[in-house]
């Protein structure tokens, strides 16, 4: 049915032509019959007069006849919807209306009008009906004339300016609303009185004259409206103001802006610089960031005035400044940085130390044009910059009077005065100083939205200050730095027992690159790592860091030993090339050994890179060296890696150690180094702390010339009654099985409060294998300080989280795993893929 064939029919539903008629008595006796109603029903007048109404209607209608008659008689008449039921037996929806038709001196009767609603949208509603909606919808509504022109207008479209309805009669959108774009909007309607295309969703900006200073947003639609005969009679549109909406996305791009821009280094003064050019010009016009010059070399703030100023006075410097307009300039980054170098030239008096004014000597500069460094700002101590730095609270000001422009950092330009945040930079409990943010007079004031977004922006920048002034303070702390690279505590694990023990070289010598790890892996696995970077110092100290890192994060990929030293080879190539690194902490020529223990089946695999083999020593006390194949150290290049298997039994005891262990002044005898290992493994007994520190004590030094890591790690087994491991078929009703078999399953080990959660993620994982993978699958749960779900296919392709849009119909598998697993992912093997996930015994979900 076409556009016009639509009008007619809604017409249709408002003629009175288009109803049948007909007249009930008082018992809702059908006394009078109209040929409109034998149209409608099919029963003839001889038929329906005489019949009860409920004979007209479906069954489920038959029975409210009584009800709807008492209705007339109390209200005067009822209207809404029927099944009525043709003479054919098949029912047909009408919309009823029943009013009164008493004649004078006559018998009450009542007439009932009947619509057909077989294709109305619903209920037949009358022209007041209508009015009444679109005159209270709490959306702004117009019409205008094809001169665009206001015909009609609801009264809350009063609400966005312009006046009420009666006074834009005859007036145009230029004329009630001077502020806006009109142009841009009457465009569009134009558009759409030409094409008959409606326009939706238009997003327009501008200042309403309800709020001249205050930006707001509208979303507005556009709609043609035509006469019977198909010509456009003018545009009907909707507005919506969603001017929150829109302050919340710009709020939203600035701080992640924000995210992106401060902090990209660990200079203290770039970083304020870096919030001052954030937040110019989109959220302030003028933004100064002011810090003590103790924060400035990296020292703990003090609170108060400086010592060395007049009574009642904070001298600050200029870390950042930005006003709207200045272009963003390098020089003002290379101030920034110099600023944080530590140097001070004391003879040379930057800024005002007379205690006579408040201010900076140049508002519009803030820092020093000879030396680059920040400028210094004093401010009387009652002034609302000293008293947010003072008190560690925000202070807002919707218009300043003119006593505030002594401590502006810039004089106000318009005619109208500025409104002023001024947010103390505050990070983790200390004020390190205050960043003052100025809006034009011409702009809306800050309120307390803005006040928000501002700490947010000032707290996210405060951080990076810290940080940046933690390492400037600890930056020479080598043994400090050395140890924090360390693990503080192995994490707790089924695997293995393990113990470490690390000795710094001495300090003349200088520390070493050494490192140790114990790395949880999938599948109640573990890796054991130890490793060592060249060189000595707080350079050395750093690549290792890097390098342990990156092994970390290459551990995450659940890769074999030597996959995980070949990409840990060219992660090191890298670091050193794309960092251009010529002196200092090269990474380059790094050892490591890599080893993967199974505490299920005793599996261990290993690869070294430029690394001592690791010793084992059996539950009986003997000692072997593992035969493995030494790979070139990392970063130099060479033949590729090799992985060595074997299988330990429960209670043998891993010794991973880096070279120091076993240096020797003068250099050690031939073939003497894994003697001397031999016999301090053979000689300790005991604990295993206990026996990691007597290897130690036996091998080295207390002062070494080379730092020494030993790690010792005892393995263990999980016993039969913690695995449980099944075979399953390629079907869809393997899914119910293997639902019903973990969840028995977990009953046994009296797990029952996980049953929920885990069927859910077998369901999905074995679904995904059946779907997508070949050849055989395996289920795997076994319970250690997690409960661990593992299937196994033989498909080479890797599952991918999703976040599917409300209307997709698949896609939710993985996100739902994801939600009610602590951990989960992939791990691939020669023969195929394991997807496995971690719940806790321990969390909500148990």
Known sequence: MGAHDEDDAARRRFDVADTAPLLLDTRGVVTSWTRDAERLLGYPAAEAVGKDMSGLLAHGDAGRVADVLERCRRDGGWAGLLSALRRDGRPVPVMARITSAHEPGGRARWLVMLNEMGDAPGWNMSRSVLEQMVRGAPIGIAIVDTDLRYVWSNAALAAFGGGPPELRLGLRMADVQPGLDSEAIEERMRRVLESGEPVLGYEHLGHVRAAPHRETAHMMSFTRLDDDHGRPMGVYYTVVDITDRHRARQRLALLDRAGRRIGSSLDIARTAQELADTAVPDFADVVAVDLPERVLRGAEPTPGPAADEPSGHVRLHRAGYRTTGDPDDETTQDASRAAASGDDDRSGGVGSRDG???????????????????????????????????????????????????????????????????????????????????????????????????????????????????????????????????????????????????????????????????????????????????????????????????????????????????????????????????????????????????????????????????????????????????????????????????????????????????????????????????????????????????????????????????????????????????????????????????????????????????????????????????????????????????????????????????????????????????????????????????????????
């Open 356 to 846: 006579d004014t408040d201010r900076d000597e140049d508002p519009g500069e803030g820092r020093d044009a000879e030396g680059g460094r920040p400028r210094v700002v004093v401010y009387r101590g009652d002034s609302p910059p000293a008293r947010c730095l003072a008190a560690g609270r925000p202070w807002r000001a919707d218009r300043l009077d003119g006593a505030a422009e002594e401590w502006l950092p810039r004089p106000p330009a318009g005619s109208e005065p500025p409104s002023a945040l001024i947010v103390p930079v505050r990070a983790r409990g200390t004020t390190l100083g205050v960043t003052t943010f100025l809006r034009d007079g011409r702009r809306e004031p800050f309120d307390e939205d803005d006040l928000a977004l501002a700490e947010d922006l000032v707290s996210r920048a405060a951080v990076c200050v810290d940080n940046a002034r933690r390492y400037t303070r600890e930056r020479d702390a080598a043994l400090v730095l050395q140890r924090s690279l360390l693990p503080r505590g192995l994490p707790e694990q089924d695997a293995v027992e393990v113990s470490a023990c690390y000795r710094p070289a001495d300090e003349l010598t200088g520390l070493g690159g050494d490192w140790y790890d114990l790395i949880p892996l999938s599948g109640a696995r573990v890796a054991l790592v130890v490793g060592e970077v060249p060189g000595h110092g707080i350079d050395a100290a750093a690549a290792m860091g890097r390098v342990r890192t990156a092994v970390r994060t290459l551990a995450a990929l659940d890769l074999r030993p030597d996959e995980i030293l070949a990409h840990l080879d060219d992660q090191v190539a890298r670091m050193d090339h794309d960092e251009d690194v010529t002196t200092g902490a090269r990474a380059e020529g790094s050892a490591c050994v890599y080893v993967v223990y199974d505490p299920v089946d005793g599996r261990c695999v290993m690869a070294a890179a430029g690394h001592p083999a690791p010793a084992v020593v059996a539950p009986d006390g003997a000692v072997t060296f593992v035969e493995l194949p030494q790979g070139p150290p990392l970063g130099a290049g060479g033949p590729p890696f090799e992985s060595v298997e074997m299988f330990l039994p429960e209670g043998s005891t891993l010794a991973l150690h880096t070279d120091g262990l076993l240096a020797r002044d003068g250099g050690p005898a031939p073939g003497s180094d894994r003697q001397r290992l031999r016999r301090a493994l053979e000689r300790s007994a005991g604990a295993l702390e206990l026996r990691c520190r007597t290897v130690v004590d036996a091998l080295a030094p207390a002062r070494p010339h080379d730092d020494v890591a030993l790690l010792m790690a005892r393995t263990r087994r999980l016993s039969a009654d913690r695995v449980a491991d099944w075979e399953l078929p390629a079907e869809p009703a393997a899914v119910a099985e293997a639902r019903r078999t973990a969840s028995r399953r977990l009953a046994e080990w009296g797990l029952a409060e996980l049953s929920f959660t885990t069927e859910l993620v077998v369901s999905e994982l074995v679904t995904n294998a059946i779907r997508y993978a070949n050849g055989p699958i395996r289920l795997r749960l076994i319970r250690g300080r997690t409960l661990i779900c593992e299937v196994f296919d033989g498909g080479a392709t890797a599952p991918h989280l999703r976040h599917p849009r409300a209307t997709d119909e698949g896609g939710r598998g993985l996100l739902l795993v994801s939600q009610v697993s602590g951990r989960w992912g992939t791990r691939f093997l020669p023969e195929g893929k394991v997807i496995w996930t971690e719940q806790s015994l321990t969390g909500p979900g148990a």
